[in-house]
């Protein structure tokens, strides 16, 4: 069977001989785990920068070795010493500036967990446990707008996500969008609010 070239006249072994990975900025890729459960939500306090002393999601970077779905469970595993089962990935976050050290984009995830006693902080986090939760859908001059309180020992912390349908966009999708500042590093506050809104059309918060 003869062999397959492309417009230069290479075959696909003398075309990834030559090929420049380097042509190319690869992004870092990241997973985050969201586990809601009896109105709690489980949350680390990152122990390093950026946003060190924040409240996030379990999660950090794919090593080059694994899937998306293998990290994850390394990762929960790691940093709160519990095993995640039922996987379920929801919306990629790929904005260009989500991240201040480089250009990453994070697959989050919704899990649940076999063994809750087993909760313990580790690798680069301060602590891991349970926060009680609320959240509340208001519509303020016409923006839907998903309010989420956390519940940090006696402190209150509110946080604010715009969630309006992409009219311009190619997905069509939602689009969340923080309002103000945020107890949750980064982007997690847009995250959580896309896993409620998953967890709500699946019948369960």
Known sequence: MKELRDKNGLTEAEFLAQYDASK??????????????????????????????????PGGFVEPDEDVYTAAVRELKEETGLDAVNLRQLRVA?????????????????????????????????????????????????????????????????????CQRDKNGIVGDLVYKQIGNSCLAGDHAEIFANALNYKEKQGAV
């Open 24 to 57: 190319y900025e690869r992004p870092s890729v990241t997973i985050d785990v969201i586990i809601i459960k009896d109105g709690k939500v489980l949350l680390i306090k990152r122990g390093g920068h950026p946003c060190l002393g924040k409240l996030a999601f």
């Open 94 to 162: 790929s904005t260009p500036n989500r991240d201040p050290r480089t250009r990453i984009i994070t697959v989050p995830f919704l899990a649940d967990i076999k063994d809750e006693t087993a909760l313990s902080a580790g690798d680069d986090a301060m602590s891991a446990r349970w926060y009680p939760f609320s959240c509340k859908k208001i519509n303020l001059n016409g923006v839907d707008i998903i309010e989420i309180t956390v519940l940090d020992g006696e402190e209150r912390k509110t946080v604010k996500v715009s």
